[in-house]
């Protein structure tokens, strides 16, 4: 059921992988589907570059494809709308022109009325090329548009990091974090999510861990407010104030 006034609100998921939009911000994107706000996620890359399961699902001239697919499963089990899928090649995203990839950015801002973008920090989470060259442009595309709100990308804070003794991923001070949402009404669509995505199973080890270890990683989400621009709305601390830490 929509929130009164929440019709209206519409939130942009600037992402560089399938995927992207379901292992970090899924949860929370998908309580904010609940309330009624429009929520896109935009694709920059068919995935070609990763992988095809262990063992293969499919080949590797037909992983594009089926990742495609996989998007388009993730993003109905969260209750998103269907994604708006780029095709910038995988793995060279940092090499694309900076204004074809920021003026599709600003086409769809435009085509979905978005007061609020969703993407990578500087340090991409992982340090993933693509991921940080996602973020730039996505953080490039904000600083255009007066209409903008606020920028926020998702982020790991030091303390879950040392917790899990998650070495790979590129954490931020506590302190920085804006949000952090409790997504445990939103877990079984996380998890459906999660399972669309059925290439990329194996390339999360947390996916085999035990289920309080999961829980700790995906059943919280947190995010940095990165950018806003004075006087406008940010209405996701009031979206998901029912679900905030």
Known sequence: MKRAGMAERSLLAVFAHPDDETFRPGGTLALLARQGVRVQALTATRGEAGSC?????CTAEELPARR???????CAALGLEPPHLLDFRDGHL?????EEVVSQVLAAIRETGAQVLLSFGPDGLSGHADHVAIGRYAAEAFR????????YTVAVPASVAEALGMRQVRAVPDADIALAVDVSAAWEAKLAAIRCHATQLSTSPLLQAPVE???RF?????????????????FLPDALKGYLL
Not at 68 to 74: F, S
Request: a negative charge; aromatic letters at 6%.
């Open 53 to 57: 399961g262990d063992p293969p699902l």
């Open 68 to 74: 495609e697919r996989e998007l388009y499963c993730a």
């Open 94 to 98: 940092a090499e694309a022109e900076t």
């Open 144 to 151: 255009r548009v007066d209409s903008l709100a606020a920028l």
């Open 213 to 215: 270890r999961q829980r």
């Open 218 to 234: 995906f059943g919280t989400e947190h995010f940095v407010r990165a950018a806003a621009h004075v006087g406008r709305d940010d």
